[in-house]
């Protein structure tokens, strides 16, 4: 990917960034946080952990951030179907295979697959199977409709969900009780995350609020704002021009959000069309301050290059983090320790899990091995 002539670097290591925020900063402090259990230090808590219903977080823009991104991906890779190239059946093979390949891992890391029990099978419940649903819509949209009929379908998608809540919806946003929980709910049953078994019958989790069918519609918007800033960064102007396009619609997308609040809050667990605008303009932002210092001042010293580690294998990072127990080796190795350290010994073992992964994706990348869904 480029900007004129070059590679977008500032887009792999903002990825890159995500995936640290992700597999080591969080799950570290949050694991001496919780280790010190000291009220003083809830206000740091609290922007490590997602909100528990309305209001915003730091915690909460890294799903966001991370299906943005893929959103930015997508004119820079198909823009060859633009000028003149056949959109043919290996297209949308490459294109539904990248689909299933997500949804598939979302089962892996999420869904309870590995499980082996249907029980414990959650059919839609994670970041990537969102960004599959987004994605796929999004290049189809790219390579079938000129850029108006891109942005008109999105604020159709935009305007479907307020609408849903408005009417059958009745605008009530109470946890448990919304119409994206009730469509979820009949949708998806017994294979909707969250779900209880207890002597063979289930019943829905009266403390799991997260909805996906209905927030589906804003999936799709948050890759298409992705899409649409990969297209800004893609305009035959100056780099700071772009980068003034980019904080310009970043910052009215966070007003509109802030304007929107009182009558449709910013929920994250039900992706709320306001939390949609917030996030979505958040990330405008982040990508801009990130061209800025990276791709038009040149900022590439070894303090920020590492997290191209991360950036040029973030789907690998993050499935090895998730599903692979490097922790049970830490254990083997370094049980000794806790006699000295303690309370802390977790920190050990939580550590050692983003050590490893981290030492995983260097060699990976100092090997030129990049995987793609």
Known sequence: MATANKRLASLDLLRGFDLFCLLMLQPILMTWLEIENNPSLDPITNQFTHVEW???????????????????????????????????????????????????????????????????????????????????????????????????FTVLCFITYLLVFATIG?????????????????????????????????????????????????????????????????????????LKVLLLVGGFLVAAALLMDPLFPIIKRIWSSSMTLFYGGVCFLLMGIFYYLIDIKGWKSGAVNWLNYYGMNSIAAYCLFEVVNFRSISDSLFFGLQQWFGVYYPLVGICFQSAIVLLIVKWMYDHKIFLKA
């Not at 951030?65 to 823009?79: C, E, N, R």
């Not at 609020?209 to 918007?221: E, K, P």
Request: a positive charge; aromatic letters at 18%; proline letters at 2%.
């Open 54 to 152: 309305q209001g915003v977080a730091f915690w909460d823009l890294i799903m966001p951030l991370f299906m943005f991104m893929s959103g930015i991906t997508i004119p820079f890779a198909m823009s060859k179907y633009k000028q003149g190239e056949k959109i043919d059946r290996h297209f949308y093979f490459r294109l539904f295979k990248r689909f299933f390949v997500l949804f598939f891992l979302g089962w892996v890391v999420q869904g309870n697959l590995l499980a082996l029990n249907i029980r414990q099978f959650h059919i839609f419940a994670n970041t990537l199977q969102a960004i599959a649903v987004g994605y796929v819509v999004a290049a189809l949209l790219y390579v079938w409709c000129s850029f108006r009929a891109q942005i008109a």
């Open 170 to 242: 009745n605008m009530n946003y109470e946890p448990g009780t919304n119409i994206a929980e009730e469509i979820d709910r009949c949708v998806l049953g017994s294979l909707r995350d969250g779900v209880i078994w207890t002597n063979g019958a289930w019943s829905f989790d009266s403390s799991y609020h997260y909805t996906w069918i209905l927030s589906s519609l804003n999936f799709i918007v948050t890759v298409m704002l992705g899409s649409f800033a990969g297209h800004i960064l893609r305009l035959r102007k100056e780099p700071v021009q772009r």
